[in-house]
């Protein structure tokens, strides 16, 4: 059975840190594009960062670009986001995300082949 499932998040106070783990079964993220979404309410999700397979190069939205930083474990099966000065305005459920294709954060959320199930992370004084 194909699943990612995720870990790390809760509340974190303005100007925190969290990292969130995504770790992948029934494949190896080897050979995956790995990405991270998120949605706040009311909003559409939207892409956060990603990790190309081919080169390791990464890639992140203007919004978190200097405080997220993206990385992965193949030997570990594991993908990692650490979010560091975290603002209220990155409270959202965020979704870990694989795919054999390329994907950029500007790749719509059904592009994605895989998902983890989406852990809360909310930034609140």
């Known amino acids: 059975q194909v699943q990612l499932v995720e870990s790390g998040g809760g509340l974190v106070q303005p100007g925190g840190s969290l990292r969130l783990s995504c770790v992948a079964s029934?494949?190896?993220?080897?050979?995956?594009?790995i990405g991270w979404y998120r949605q706040a309410p009311g909003k559409e999700r939207e892409g956060v960062a990603c990790?190309?397979?081919?080169?390791?190069?990464?890639h992140y939205t203007d919004s978190v670009k200097s405080r997220f930083i993206v990385s992965r474990d193949n030997a570990k099966n594991t993908m990692y986001l650490q979010m560091n000065s975290l603002e209220p305005k990155d409270t959202a459920v965020y979704y870990c995300?694989?795919?054999?294709?390329?994907?950029?954060?500007?790749?719509?959320?059904?592009?994605?082949?895989?998902w983890g199930q989406g852990p809360q992370v909310t930034v609140s004084s």
């Open positions: 995300a694989a795919d054999t294709s390329l994907k950029l954060v500007t790749n719509p959320a059904y592009e994605w082949e895989h």
């Open positions: 990790v190309s397979v081919s080169d390791g190069s990464t």
């Open positions: 029934g494949f190896t993220i080897d050979r995956y594009h």
